[in-house]
């Protein structure tokens, strides 16, 4: 298994751009999350999702949107990117089982918008 | 608001020593994650303590969970350099519901001098 995968690894945008974050799971959980850390600091919830066709607000979701349209995929789109969107972006699954709420990371993608 | 403090936020310490992490969180949860996360990587899972008085080791790390005092403590006893990195606490307040949403707490950077 793959575990949870993201794509790209980095990318630098303009501000004003717009761009899709990648994220897929091959762990067939349906919990799946999109989390932002800023430089030195924890993560901070933007999106999540408890299964296909449902999503959620998290802490920090302005400026972002996300989708789930299978188990699998929960991509994160940025519109109009500003400076503030600067960030390392993680997206993370988990089976949401009763007790097992545990979550697994994907590897990140680093953002730079400029 | 739902807080969720670490400290101390940096520790130094020498090899061969033992010292702790604290964990304190605002709100009732009876779960609690820690999540290890080296320099330019993802968060690895740690521990997971799902009630209180749960206590877990593995290696030269200890975690215990003290739901009534809304605390959680990471040890660390006879420090190697290997255990160099960023420690995350992260509460799961609203078990209950089933959305398995994290909040994180704000790392503490241990670094371990030979």
């Known amino acids: 298994n793959a575990g949870v995968t993201q794509t790209p690894k980095f990318r630098i945008l303009k501000i004003g751009q717009s761009m899709t974050l990648q994220c897929t799971q091959d762990?067939?959980?349906?919990?799946m999350y999109w989390y932002r850390q800023d430089p030195g600091m924890g993560l901070k919830l933007i999106y999540y999702?408890?299964?296909?066709?449902?999503?959620d607000k998290g802490e920090v979701p302005n400026g972002y949107n996300v989708s789930r349209s299978t188990t699998e995929d929960f991509p994160l789109r940025l519109e109009l990117a500003a400076p503030s969107q600067t960030s390392v972006y993680f997206c993370?699954?988990?089976?949401?089982?009763?007790?097992?709420?545990?979550?697994?990371f994907g590897p990140g993608t680093r953002l730079t918008v400029t | 608001e739902l807080k969720v403090e670490q400290n101390p936020l940096f520790l130094s310490m020498q090899e061969g020593k033992n010292y702790t992490i604290y964990c304190n969180y605002s709100?009732?949860?009876?779960?609690l994650y820690w999540y290890r996360q080296d320099p330019g990587k993802s968060l690895e899972s740690l521990f997971v303590?799902?009630?209180?008085?749960a206590v877990k080791q593995e290696g030269r790390l200890m975690a215990s969970l003290d739901t009534k005092a809304r605390l959680s403590t990471l040890h660390i006893t006879a420090a190697v350099h290997d255990l160099s990195a960023t420690y995350f606490c992260a509460v799961d307040p609203e078990s209950t519901s089933g959305t398995y949403k994290y909040i994180f707490g704000t790392g503490t950077r241990l670094k371990v001098l030979a």
């Open positions: 709100t009732t949860s009876d779960r």
């Open positions: 303590l799902l009630s209180n008085g």
């Open positions: 999702s408890v299964g296909a066709g449902i999503t």
């Open positions: 762990m067939n959980h349906n919990y």
């Open positions: 993370a699954s988990s089976p949401g089982l009763a007790g097992v709420s545990e979550q697994y």
